[in-house]
């Protein structure tokens, strides 16, 4: 059972470059979200998506863009890298009532 | 003010000691209180779960909530080096509503 999958886990790339980052799970949830991790900042949300063909903004969405591709993908894109989109980012599901969350392994992401 | 304070730490222990981690709230309206776990360049993964007040006990660690004070506490008994890492609170008011994290705990248990 592989619950949440991250592809890249490593990612280099220069100013204005696009990428995305792709998200996989299996445990048939309904909810999924993108999160990035910054030193002293804790995890704050990017996106999610409560159920498939629905995207809301978390706290810091802007520079992002997201796809629900199907129940089971959650993509994200950064159209025009910046070095302030520097960071670890995660991907995680859930489901039930209490949302407990299940995350992925991450992708390190350096823009130079 | 943040919904969910939690201390960054780093707290630095010795081997066989008890760690109290801690998050204040101040949402009321919090049902589900959860205690992630992180290791080094690696994701979080859920700990202990508990829904409303009370404790909740698995090994080693035991989880509090007392809704009244708006505060929750993992405690660690006999911690290892191997507890080395940083503890991050999550919670939520339930109705599939987002999670609210804090900061996170960075822990370390010298040998």
């Known amino acids: 059972n592989a619950g949440v999958t991250q592809t890249p886990k490593f990612q280099v790339l220069k100013t204005g470059q696009s990428m995305t980052l792709q998200c996989a799970q299996d445990m048939n949830h309904n909810s999924m979200y993108w999160y990035r991790q910054d030193p002293g900042m804790g995890l704050r949300l990017i996106y999610y998506s409560a159920s498939e063909g629905t995207t809301d903004k978390g706290e810091v969405p802007n520079g992002y863009n997201v796809s629900r591709l199907n129940k089971r993908e959650f993509s994200l894109r950064l159209e025009s890298a910046a070095p302030s989109q520097t960071s670890v980012y995660f991907c995680a599901s859930s489901g039930g009532q209490a949302n407990i969350q299940y995350f992925g392994a991450g992708t390190r992401l350096s823009v130079l | 003010q943040k919904e969910v304070e939690q201390d960054p730490g780093p707290l630095s222990v010795p081997e066989g000691a008890i760690v109290s981690l801690n998050c204040t709230y101040s949402n009321s309206a919090f049902q589900y209180f959860m205690w992630y776990r992180q290791y080094s360049r690696k994701g979080p993964e859920l700990l202990m779960y508990t829904y409303s007040s009370g404790n909740k006990e698995d090994g080693r660690f035991t989880a509090q909530v007392d809704k009244s004070s708006k505060y929750i506490s993992l405690f660690i008994r006999d911690s290892q080096p191997s507890d080395s890492a940083t503890y991050l609170c999550?919670?939520?008011?339930?109705?599939?509503?987002?999670?609210?994290w804090g900061l996170g705990t960075s822990l370390a248990v010298n040998p």
């Open positions: 999550a919670m939520s008011a339930g109705n599939n509503r987002k999670l609210i």
